[in-house]
């Protein structure tokens, strides 16, 4: 079952730390992926979470999503695997 999570619209100062803090709340975090340009090697204001447990991603998402967090409404959903992504936007595009 999957536990890993898209949180989009980072404050662009956030580090791991804040956000495994963050989402420590509602159970144990078993990693936290922080992206950056690989040009500039700034944060790209996203990142993903993944819990151990899914009762935990659900109440993470449930009570963070479109919350202010750091001066900044959070999105927060399930992380989808690359190819329903592909595939949806391949059908976005016709």
């Not at 730390?17 to 989402?23: D, P």
């Not at 420590?24 to 993944?50: H, I, K, M």
């Not at 919350?67 to 016709?94: F, I, Q, T």
Request: no cysteine.
């Amino acid at each position: 079952m999957n536990t890993k999570m898209y949180v989009g619209n980072l404050p662009f100062s956030a580090t791991e730390n804040e956000l495994r803090g963050l989402f420590e709340q509602f159970g144990a975090v078993n990693a936290v992926e922080l992206p950056v340009d690989r040009t500039t090697g700034t944060p790209r204001g996203f990142a993903f979470v993944t819990m151990e447990e899914h009762g935990a991603m659900s109440s993470a998402i449930g009570t963070l999503n479109a919350k202010d967090w750091n001066g900044r409404r959070l999105s927060v959903n399930e992380a989808r695997p690359r190819a329903d992504r592909a595939l949806a936007d391949s059908r976005s595009r016709n």
